[in-house]
Nanobody, 122 residues
């Protein structure tokens, strides 16, 4: 079982990045799915999570980030636009038991990607 995260990097404020989380060994559609981030000295926080009928977005990213999933590719995405310096963090994708769909609590997720660093700076 593996979640392979890619797409991070250095971007200027106002720029865009798309993160990918490619799964192997599991079918993403069977799991609760969420993007998290962790900035230095801060707790891991849920950024965007797919619920049964709704999508959760952290208040500070609403209108700028979009989560999506391609079942054919078994891949989860996070499109990040209008990036701000405060978005700088290591970003992770997480998969958990389907009963936790929509949850943004990191303790509900037990399969993690390796994380990718997003740095927003001029």
């Amino acid at each position: 079982v593996q979640l392979q995260v890619s797409g991070g990097g250095l971007v200027q404020p106002g720029g865009s990045l798309r993160l990918s989380c490619a799964a192997s060994g599991i079918t993403l559609d069977d799991y609760a799915l969420c993007w998290f981030r962790q900035a230095p000295g801060k707790q891991r926080e849920g950024v965007s999570c797919i619920g049964t009928t709704t999508i959760y977005y952290l208040d500070g990213v609403k209108g700028r980030f979009t989560i999506s999933k391609d079942n054919a590719k078994n891949t989860l995405y996070l499109q990040m636009d209008s990036l701000k310096p405060e978005d700088t963090a290591v970003y992770y994708c997480g998969a958990g038991d389907r009963r936790y769909r929509g949850s943004y609590y990191y303790g509900h997720y037990h399969i993690w990607g390796q994380g990718t660093l997003v740095t927003v700076s001029s």
